[in-house]
């Protein structure tokens, strides 16, 4: 089955740098990959997704990229502000038809004011 | 607010009790979910709806019983449970094909003594 690697665990930034979070994925069956922000206690809320076709999408301060050959995806946030803080998980679909998701096992971002 | 609610938010049951927790959404999808969401452990797919139809089960012990009676309404039925089973049981839809993006209810906040 599909396996969904996530990095960092944890990341604490200063307010206005950029952050980084990687995932990897295994099955190159896999054809749409969300990025979803989870704030203490809420839903988790997608903020950019991509498919496999694409190789970068981006809005306004939230950008990911995907390598296919490599399999792995990034999602990049510039100009990081304390509203960000939250956890962030990147999932791998395959879909059509029916759907299979893994999840990545979250980020922890923390912007520090 | 994404249009899928669920019921109850919290719920304390005994492991011999028999209860039910429900999700709703008037949103057109045809897709639902089951996820449960424990401590530094990623989301973890539990049940999958299509049309009604169960399209995947994801190995979930027998003392999780979902139910799809319609396209908007998606029950888990849970008896015998065990304490590790304490968690946030999140449900989501999904739009008709072409369009992947799940939108999560707020989730049930189960404990299990």
């Known amino acids: 089955g599909e396996n969904v690697e996530q990095h960092p665990s944890t990341l604490s930034v200063q307010e206005g740098d950029s952050a980084v979070i990687k995932c990897t994925y295994s099955?190159?069956?896999?054809?749409?990959f969300p990025w979803y922000k989870q704030e203490l206690g809420k839903r988790p809320q997608l903020i950019i997704d991509i498919r496999s076709n694409v190789g970068e999408k981006k809005d306004q301060r939230i950008a990911v990229t995907l390598n296919k050959t490599a399999k792995h995806f990034s999602l990049h946030i510039t100009e990081t502000q304390p509203e960000d803080s939250a956890v962030y998980f990147c999932a791998a679909f395959v879909s059509g038809g029916y759907q299979k998701v893994t999840f990545g096992t979250g980020t922890k971002l923390q912007v520090i004011p | 607010e994404t249009g899928v609610t669920q019921t109850p938010r919290h719920l304390v049951m005994g492991m011999t009790n028999k209860k039910s927790l429900k999700c709703e959404q008037h949103?057109?999808?045809?897709?639902m979910y089951w996820y449960k969401q424990s401590a530094k452990k990623p989301l973890e797919l539990m049940f999958v709806y299509n049309f009604k139809e169960q399209t995947e089960n994801n190995s979930v012990p027998s003392r999780f019983s979902p139910e799809c009676p319609n396209s908007s309404h998606l029950f888990l039925h849970l008896h015998t449970l065990q304490p590790e089973d304490s968690a946030l049981y999140l449900c989501?839809?999904?739009?008709?094909?072409?369009?992947?993006?799940?939108?999560f209810g707020p989730g049930t906040r189960l404990t299990v003594l």
């Open positions: 949103l057109g999808h045809n897709a």
């Open positions: 099955d190159s069956a896999s054809n749409y």
């Open positions: 989501a839809s999904s739009p008709p094909s072409g369009g992947n993006e799940q939108f």
